[in-house]
């Protein structure tokens, strides 16, 4: 498949030289290439799914080493591997229930099929439990039964005939089901900001005034959503030193009539006692409810704790991440250009290693992000609601399997 | 009808070559990258390697630069290829650059160039040869030749289409690193080009200010001077030679004239990146003499206003753009990458296939599957390449090192360069130094700052060696070209004695003859192998500003008192000039940086104007013509006309000394004569009075300095110059005046004429 091949490539070009800026339009580009793979990928005649669970591992993987800061890319391609199985277990457990029927139906002519009935009986009881399953560390750590199910639907067919053409049709059905939840997938991740914004009413009240810092898509909806409603309310905007993004979200906010007052970063701590809730995107949210999120966040997070203000988090569902900070896989910062701080004509004869020790003497750190604890979060909002920080690890679950958090190792380290 | 039928196919291709403005916009943006620098500052190395496959912090040179034109939205990149051309080709066809998708390399090979203006002007000719190709065809189908060479044609015609230049390019080194946006660079260009048909090439420049004691940029090229006009942005003088020594440039008055405002600085870097247009392929090929860009190139455009050709400047601020010229800007490159100035192509992103790297705390770069024992330490701004080795106690600071090296316990690597496969056994001491790929230094080897290794030398164990050395296991080519920038020049000679020395290295490697051991036992202690080159030509004196040591604290304090005294002759010249002082033209201030420089071009401008006349007299050449050449002289120099009339009587008189004569009438006789022939072109110059007192003065002073024959004759030769017209007696008597009240020695000659001017008194008297 060429075609996918150059795609890929394209696309992990523009990783590696950082052409795609935002976590949401990373995640989206990535799941529409994981979908094109999924589409032109060959299914064999057996497990199928695993044939797409390799497929898209192998490119998830590369795609995942183009840009490691860039955690979306990893988010998405483990949710598209969750879609593949769990895609894979209902059409199981469908194919199951009516080869079920059909025993049932057979059972009145032949008695042979006893022994048969009764082992399918128990992979349909087994099925059924892990489709209707709440997503629990139990079941997680559980033997998945889809691989023992599969083939012992095979063994227990009663005619060929009609078996080949069930598998065929169930292999473009996977194909198509896997591609249809892949739609919903990018769905979810244009949709996210509207659906975070639904609930900006809940949340913002007359009268309030409003922290941000930096700039977020996320934010600007969600307060724009707020102000469409009727309520209205003050926003202080912290700018978001080197990069000013914050200027940007002035601009825009004054654009569409609210009030707002810009300040510098360093004066969150003496205005914090002002505000009413602090709210602010983030760069991506941990298993244990830590954020990743623009440097700076983390000051703000200990003002709003020092004066009790709530700090909310808004994230749309691809920032999500099933794994812990303290994993060394995750790279959590990226240092940029010492160019975004100071004039390098400037400061051009400090760093003249000429003369001297021939070592520099100035050393320059520009970090793209700050972690916040989850201990210093009020609330995360995400597509699917509020939820506590001490919860996250739950709302992870519910979109990522299992399997998939260790399968990443174990290829970087086979690599 | 045949002549008639190309013509009109001529026609057709030139139409279709040169298509509207709106079309070339459209074109996609090409860029030029010369692979190869046409000077020898990295030698010994690139006796062996092209310069452009260095590694800079592990990533060959010629990769950040087709990553940021790729980067940059270039779609076309010609790598011409000289020096190692093999080698540069095979490493881009086997590397992931000829398989993008938006954007192709090409590469030009030619082994008999010799300057960046050579490979401009081939370019230039496969231009050329394409539209004449293009003709050609169009001529064969018409006229329906054979097949065969049809078909021969079609060939000729696809290998130079793959070489063709459409609109403005990127002209670039292979050893550029930039990350800048060429948009807002390339818009300005396209927007003055349609403006000004003139504007062809838009050059980029970046503030960095040159060390005030060693007068030279951080990157080690020679201080620059620029002048651009502030408003426009056009490029007005541009001097990276200036003469140091008498702490002033020169700039011509017309300058100052002609702009309205200008500002001078010696702040700015050139990044060596250009914007060009078509025009400067011709200009190259117009100008068979320009070879080096900014030399000839950049000052004959500057220079040249029949053309009127210009140049503009676009500043970068946030981004970065350096060219390596020297092991000192390869030195300051590298630290500005590891201090990710450089951003996105910096060790742990990968651009272009480079290895994965993590960064780690105090801009410490570590590749995967290092060895690291526990106990040695890897200090701050250190890279450390894909599967190396580091023994116990090492300490490492400030350093890049390669892939797959084994450096043993108790070494100590201090801001130094070591690339692939290096082997440095235990107890070495490396500051400041570059160490090529398959070095091996022996137990307790020392290399003193700025030694340069160059591939598979052999250090022997516990040598030193001194301080500035450039080790290669080639010998320094003896006979030195005259023109010491060709880099290739011996190349392929190179190349050959690199085999038969290999195969000698092997030799006693494999037998232990005691042949090639013995020739550098004395050079490289035991079981060294390799030459030390001597001092190049710049002598002890240059090495220290091009090495990648620091400058010796010595030399520092050296330059500053140097400097110190400079700094007053300066003072007591008024001509300090400020970083970036605006000068404006209607002002004076230029006027106390002429005076000086001034005297020295009158000394030209008169001995120029002698050599003039006397060639006039060997070869009888018209009067007229003599007028012609004394004036173009004149405007040249920019002398007034008083200039040339004292020059003109000077070289007259000179030449009436020189006619051979045995008395002083004579010699009197003799001037007569020169006097008479020539007063035509004497008197073309004495359009005033002034002119006059400033021949008088000028015979003055040749009396009593180098012409003293003549004093005992002074007033007789003004009597001939009076009769003969050529001195009015207003001008006599004002000189006369002059001289009253001056000192008695001045009054020699006044005294001497003291009877001519009474009688001109009383004639003038009797006149009115």
């Given at each position: 498949?060429?075609?996918?091949q ?8 523009k ?7 935002g976590?949401?339009a ?6 529409e290439?994981?979908r094109?793979?999924i589409s032109q990928?060959?299914?064999p005649?057996?497990?199928q799914a695993?044939a ?11 795609l ?7 955690l979306?890319v990893?988010n998405?391609?483990r949710r598209v591997l969750h879609i593949?199985?769990e ?10 229930g ?7 139906s057979d ?5 042979d099929?006893?022994g ?5 009986a ?5 099925a059924a439990?892990?489709?209707?399953r709440p997503p629990?560390?139990q079941?997680?750590l559980?033997?998945t039964?889809?691989s ?5 639907t095979s063994?227990?067919?009663g005619?060929?005939e009609g078996k080949?053409a069930d598998?065929s049709?169930r292999s ?8 249809e ?7 979810d991740i ?6 975070i914004a639904e ?10 005034v409003?922290?941000?810092l930096?700039s ?7 307060l724009?959503?707020?102000k ?12 978001g030193?080197?990069r000013?993004?914050g200027h940007l979200?002035a601009?825009?906010?004054v654009?569409r ?6 300040i510098t970063d360093?004066a969150v701590?003496a205005m914090?006692?002002r505000?009413n809730?602090v709210?602010?995107g983030?760069?991506?949210v941990m298993?244990?409810?830590g954020?990743?999120?623009p440097?700076?966040m983390?000051l703000v997070?200990?003002?709003a704790?020092?004066?009790a203000?709530p ?5 749309g569902?691809?920032k ?5 900070p303290?994993?060394p896989?995750v ?6 250009s010492?160019?975004?701080l100071?004039?390098?004509g400037?400061?051009?004869d400090c760093m ?5 020790s021939?070592?520099?003497l100035l050393?320059v ?5 700050d972690?916040?604890p989850p201990k210093l979060v009020?609330?995360f909002i995400t597509?699917?609601g509020?939820?506590n920080p ?8 519910d979109y990522y399997?299992a399997?998939?958090l260790v399968?990443q190792?174990?290829a970087?380290a086979g690599n | 009808m045949?002549?008639q039928k190309k013509?009109a196919a001529a026609?057709?291709a ?16 090409q860029?030029i990258?010369l692979?190869d620098?046409?000077?020898t500052?990295?030698?010994?190395i690139?006796l062996e390697?092209p310069?452009?496959?260095l ?8 990769n950040?630069?087709l990553?940021w ?7 076309e990149?010609f ?5 190692h051309s093999k080698?540069v080709?095979d490493?881009?066809?086997n590397?992931?650059w ?6 192709t390399?090409?590469?030009i090979e030619?082994h008999n160039?010799?300057s960046?203006g050579?490979a401009l002007?081939l370019?230039y ?5 394409l ?8 001529l064969?189908s018409l006229?329906r030749?054979k097949l065969?060479t049809?078909?021969t044609?079609?060939?000729c015609?696809l ?7 459409h ?10 690193v930039s990350?800048?946006?060429l948009?807002?660079?390339l818009?300005?260009h ?6 000004d048909?003139?504007?062809?090439m838009?050059m980029?420049?970046?503030k960095s200010?040159p ?8 990157l ?12 426009t942005?056009?490029?007005l ?13 020169c700039l011509d008055?017309m ?6 405002s200008?500002?001078?600085h ?7 990146i ?5 025009e400067?392929?011709s200009l190259f090929t ?5 070879q080096?860009?900014r ?6 455009l ?5 053309m009127?050709y210009?140049?503009?400047?676009h500043e970068i601020?946030?981004?970065y753009?350096?060219r390596?010229d020297?092991?000192?800007?390869y030195?300051?490159?590298s630290?500005?990458i590891i201090?990710r100035?450089?951003?996105p192509y910096?060790p742990?992103?990968k651009?272009?296939?480079?290895r994965?790297?993590?960064l780690?705390?105090?801009g ?5 599957e290092?060895e690291?024992?526990?106990?040695a330490?890897?200090?701050s701004?250190t890279?450390i390449?894909?599967?190396t080795k580091?023994g ?5 600071s400030?350093?890049?090192?390669g892939?797959g090296?084994?450096i043993?316990?108790n070494?100590l690597?201090?801001?130094s ?9 235990d107890?070495c001491?490396?500051?400041?130094v570059i160490v090529?790929d398959?070095?091996i230094?022996?137990?307790?080897a020392v290399l003193?700052p700025?030694?340069v290794?160059?591939f598979k030398?052999?250090i022997g164990?516990r040598?030193?060696?001194?301080a500035?050395s450039k080790?290669?296991?080639l010998q320094?080519p003896?006979?030195?070209d005259s023109?010491?920038?060709l880099?290739y020049?011996?190349?392929?000679s ?6 038969s020395i ?8 494999g ?5 090639s051991?013995?020739?550098?036992k004395?050079?490289l202690g035991?079981g060294g ?9 710049g002598?002890q004196?240059?090495e220290?500003?091009h090495s990648?040591?620091p400058?010796?604290?010595?030399k520092l ?9 400079d700094q007053e002759?300066?003072?007591q010249d008024r001509?300090?000039l400020?970083?970036s002082?605006e000068?404006i033209?209607?002002?004076?201030a230029?006027?106390?940086?002429d005076?000086e420089?001034?005297k020295?071009?009158?000394v030209?401008f008169?001995k120029?104007v002698?050599?003039t006349f006397?060639r ?6 018209k ?7 004394v004036?173009?002289l004149r405007l040249s120099?920019?002398?007034t006309?008083?200039d040339c ?6 070289s007259?008189?000179k ?6 004569h045995?008395?002083a009438?004579?010699?009197?006789q003799?001037?007569a004569?020169i006097?008479t022939t020539?007063q035509?072109?004497?008197?073309s110059?004495?359009l005033?009075i002034?002119e006059e ?7 003055e002073?040749?009396c ?5 024959e003549?004093s ?11 009769d003969?017209?050529i ?10 005046d002059e001289k009253e009240g001056?000192?008695?020695s ?5 005294r001497?004429s003291?009877k001519?001017?009474q ?8 006149e009115d």
């Amino acid at each position: 498949m060429p075609d996918t091949q150059a795609l890929v490539n394209d696309f992990l070009n523009k990783l590696k030289k950082r052409k795609i800026e935002g976590s949401q339009a990373t995640a989206r580009q990535t799941a529409e290439l994981l979908r094109s793979v999924i589409s032109q990928q060959r299914v064999p005649y057996t497990n199928q799914a695993g044939a797409l669970i390799d497929a898209v591992k192998a490119i998830g993987e590369q795609l995942i080493a183009a840009n490691p800061v860039e955690l979306a890319v990893g988010n998405i391609v483990r949710r598209v591997l969750h879609i593949i199985r769990e895609e894979d277990l209902s059409l199981t457990t469908a194919a199951i229930g009516g080869l079920n029927l059909s025993a049932v139906s057979d059972d009145e002519n032949d008695d042979d099929r006893d022994g048969d009935s009764t082992l399918s009986a128990a992979a349909v009881a087994a099925a059924a439990r892990s489709t209707l399953r709440p997503p629990s560390l139990q079941t997680l750590l559980e033997d998945t039964p889809v691989s023992a199910a599969v083939p012992q639907t095979s063994s227990s067919g009663g005619d060929s005939e009609g078996k080949t053409a069930d598998k065929s049709s169930r292999s473009r059905k996977l194909k198509h089901d896997v591609i249809e939840a892949v739609n919903e997938l990018i769905q979810d991740i244009v949709t996210c900001h509207e659906q975070i914004a639904e609930q900006a009413v809940e949340h913002i009240h007359q009268n309030e005034v409003i922290l941000t810092l930096g700039s977020s898509r996320t934010v600007l909806e969600f307060l724009f959503a707020a102000k469409e409603k009727k309520r209205s309310f003050r926003v202080f905007v912290a700018e978001g030193a080197p990069r000013y993004q914050g200027h940007l979200l002035a601009k825009e906010l004054v654009a569409r009539g609210l009030q707002t007052t810009l300040i510098t970063d360093s004066a969150v701590f003496a205005m914090i006692s002002r505000v009413n809730m602090v709210i602010v995107g983030a760069h991506a949210v941990m298993a244990n409810g830590g954020v990743i999120a623009p440097v700076g966040m983390n000051l703000v997070a200990l003002a709003a704790q020092k004066h009790a203000v709530p700090f909310v988090v808004l994230a749309g569902s691809h920032k999500l991440c099933p794994l812990y900070p303290h994993n060394p896989e995750v790279l959590l910062n990226e240092l940029r250009s010492p160019s975004e701080l100071l004039d390098f004509g400037e400061f051009s004869d400090c760093m003249d290693f000429g003369s001297g020790s021939g070592s520099p003497l100035l050393h320059v750190v520009n970090p793209a992000f700050d972690y916040v604890p989850p201990k210093l979060v009020s609330l995360f909002i995400t597509d699917a609601g509020g939820h506590n920080p001490s919860y996250m690890y739950r709302l992870i679950a519910d979109y990522y399997s299992a399997d998939d958090l260790v399968v990443q190792r174990r290829a970087t380290a086979g690599n | 009808m045949g002549a008639q039928k190309k013509r009109a196919a001529a026609a057709a291709a030139a139409a279709r070559v040169s298509e509207d403005p709106d079309d070339l916009a459209r074109q996609p943006l090409q860029a030029i990258l010369l692979a190869d620098s046409f000077t020898t500052k990295f030698r010994p190395i690139t006796l062996e390697r092209p310069k452009v496959l260095l590694p800079l912090v592990n990533v060959p040179m010629i990769n950040y630069t087709l990553a940021w034109l790729e980067a940059a939205g270039v779609a076309e990149v010609f790598v011409f290829c000289c020096a190692h051309s093999k080698q540069v080709i095979d490493y881009l066809e086997n590397s992931e650059w000829f398989s993008q998708p938006n954007f192709t390399v090409k590469t030009i090979e030619s082994h008999n160039i010799i300057s960046a203006g050579d490979a401009l002007r081939l370019i230039y000719e496969q231009n050329v040869a394409l539209v004449d190709i293009a003709c050609l065809l169009k001529l064969v189908s018409l006229s329906r030749l054979k097949l065969a060479t049809c078909y021969t044609l079609t060939i000729c015609f696809l290998v130079v289409l793959s070489f063709k230049i459409h609109g403005d390019f990127v002209l670039i080194s292979g050893d550029t690193v930039s990350n800048m946006s060429l948009t807002q660079a390339l818009q300005e260009h396209k927007e003055r080009k349609k403006k000004d048909n003139n504007a062809v090439m838009t050059m980029i420049i970046k503030k960095s200010k040159p060390s005030p004691i060693t007068r030279q940029s951080r990157l080690g090229t020679d201080e620059l001077f620029m002048a651009i006009d502030p408003n426009t942005k056009q490029l007005l003088y541009y001097e990276d030679k200036a003469d140091h020594s008498k702490g002033t440039i020169c700039l011509d008055k017309m300058l100052l004239a002609e702009n309205p405002s200008i500002s001078l600085h010696n702040d700015k870097q050139d990044c060596y990146i250009d914007i060009c247009s078509p025009e400067v392929l011709s200009l190259f090929t117009d100008n068979f003499d320009y070879q080096h860009l900014r030399r000839h190139f950049v000052k004959g455009l500057l220079l040249d206003d029949i053309m009127g050709y210009k140049i503009f400047t676009h500043e970068i601020h946030s981004s970065y753009a350096a060219r390596i010229d020297n092991y000192r800007s390869y030195d300051i490159v590298s630290k500005d990458i590891i201090q990710r100035w450089t951003y996105p192509y910096v060790p742990d992103v990968k651009f272009c296939g480079n290895r994965a790297t993590k960064l780690e705390r105090r801009g410490m770069y570590r590749a995967l599957e290092i060895e690291q024992s526990r106990s040695a330490q890897v200090g701050s701004f250190t890279v450390i390449g894909y599967g190396t080795k580091i023994g116990s106690n090492s300490k490492i600071s400030d350093s890049v090192i390669g892939e797959g090296c084994t450096i043993g316990s108790n070494v100590l690597i201090e801001g130094s360069y070591i690339w692939d496969n290096v082997i440095i056994e235990d107890g070495c001491e490396l500051r400041h130094v570059i160490v090529c790929d398959g070095v091996i230094m022996k137990a307790g080897a020392v290399l003193k700052p700025g030694v340069v290794l160059s591939f598979k030398v052999v250090i022997g164990e516990r040598f030193v060696v001194p301080a500035y050395s450039k080790v290669s296991l080639l010998q320094q080519p003896t006979v030195h070209d005259s023109d010491e920038e060709l880099e290739y020049a011996d190349n392929s000679s190179g190349t050959v004695e690199f085999s038969s020395i290999q195969g000698t290295a092997d030799q006693s490697n494999g037998e232990m003859t005691s042949e090639s051991s013995e020739a550098h036992k004395p050079k490289l202690g035991t079981g060294g192998v390799g030459y030390i080159w001597s001092i190049c030509e710049g002598g002890q004196e240059e090495e220290w500003r091009h090495s990648v040591a620091p400058i010796p604290e010595d030399k520092l304090t050296e330059l500053s008192e140097a400097m110190d005294d400079d700094q007053e002759l300066v003072t007591q010249d008024r001509t300090a000039l400020s970083t970036s002082g605006e000068l404006i033209s209607d002002s004076n201030a230029s006027e106390g940086d002429d005076n000086e420089d001034s005297k020295d071009d009158s000394v030209y401008f008169e001995k120029e104007v002698e050599a003039t006349f006397l060639r006039a007299v060997e070869e009888n050449v018209k009067v007229d013509h003599v007028i012609l050449e004394v004036n173009s002289l004149r405007l040249s120099y920019n002398m007034t006309s008083a200039d040339c009339a004292g020059a003109v009587f000077y070289s007259m008189m000179k030449l009436a000394i020189k006619t051979p004569h045995s008395s002083a009438s004579e010699l009197q006789q003799n001037t007569a004569n020169i006097i008479t022939t020539w007063q035509k072109l004497l008197k073309s110059y004495l359009l005033e009075i002034d002119e006059e007192i400033e021949i008088i003065l000028k015979f003055e002073e040749m009396c009593l300095e180098s012409a003293k024959e003549f004093s005992p004759l002074f007033a007789r030769i003004l009597h001939i110059l009076y009769d003969k017209d050529i001195l009015q007696e207003d001008a006599i008597l004002r000189w006369a005046d002059e001289k009253e009240g001056a000192d008695e020695s001045d009054k020699v000659f006044v005294r001497q004429s003291e009877k001519f001017i009474q009688w001109l008194r009383e004639a003038s008297e009797e006149e009115d």
